[in-house]
């Protein structure tokens, strides 16, 4: 199989597409429709029938090509970057045959992919490793899903021979800031299930992800003329500052917490003497702990605010996605499909929690069981971003062995 999937990654990473969380335009940033207009045209120039929208999303349509029926499956990855690391002007860098030592990144060399770091990297000596140069993220997060996708899609239109049932591409915007899904329609991805292309190590399949509601405290401090404050001024900022120094630091904090260890986690502040605001994010993966976090951030500024009695606070919360394992786990038969897929391919599949979420978590909640699948991304969102080459073409081979299993349903049933 010639693939295709490192050409067109490569070329992917340099197109900047990063997300804006504090834009309120869908999709946030406008750039990120120049990849989606590039997929688009590729998708048709080999045979996929394609269409976007005003939102950025790419909706790909291939038909079955056997005479039986079969389940319909979607594929799906999101094309915007994080806003944590610089997306722009990025250079990617071919590392062949990796041999096990720690990577310079040439254009700022305090940047050192180093192997104590990245234990990882030990499983990829022989292989070729793909960074930037020290100054931006790689765009693994989720070129490499998008470029998974459109190499399946280019074997497909290559190779009739490979049998498959009706197949849907899905390539969403805004995932890195919560809003992946959000205008997607729903009609254009009538599926029996599918599987986004957003995970980590070769093998690793995820049907659960976080629990998350976002929680928003606004402060209401008393101001005054600093030179004559004594007994009148309530310093909103004090007060905010206050609050998150009273937050868990052993317990329930993401520095502190790993499995399936939940947290409370301020994410931004802005604030002024009379007023202030304190975004946080609620982490559970059983979502009925999430009021529990609710309640934990609740007392903690009740106590606080004791000690200003004029000031006062209201504490908003808002849902964000909910853990998909109860809908995908329903469905047994999708786990099987994607480990028989990486056996074949001779992948020793494994099973992990994503301590994030998924454009699969919104879609799983809305009907659309998705589980996620590996395509090897490493150190996401971050200059020390990487991914193997192999890593991506064993993930190549392992959708279009989950295309053929699923047109063939007495695999699925013995």
Known sequence: MKHTVTERFLRYVTIDTQADPESNSSPSTEKQKNLSNLLLKELKDIGVKAETDDYGYV???????????TDSIFFCSHVD????CSGKDVKPILHKAYQGQDIVLPDDPEQVIKLKDYPYLRDKVGEDII????????????????AVIMDMAQQLANNPEIKHGDIIILFTTDEEVGQGVAHVNYDKIKCDYGFTLDGGPRGEYCEETFSADAAVIEIKGVAAHPGYAKGKMESAIKIAAKIIDTLPKEYLAPEATDGSGGFIHPGKIVAELEAARIDFILREFDTSRLSHLAEHLRTISDKVLQQFPHSSYTLTIKEQYRNMKDIVSAMPRIKKIAYMAMEQAEIQPH????????????????GLPCPNLFTGMQAIHSKHEYISVQDMEKAVQTVLNICQIVAAPSLIES
Do not use: C, E, F
Request: glycine residues 14%; aromatic residues 4%; proline residues 6%.
């Open 81 to 84: 970057t994080a806003p944590d």
């Open 59 to 69: 909706y790909g349509y291939i038909p079955s090509n056997v005479d039986h029926p």
């Open 351 to 366: 099973q992990s929690m994503i301590r994030g979420g998924t454009d699969g978590s919104v879609l799983s909640a809305n």
């Open 131 to 146: 960074t930037a140069s020290g100054l931006t993220l790689l765009g693994a997060d989720d070129k490499s899903g998008v």
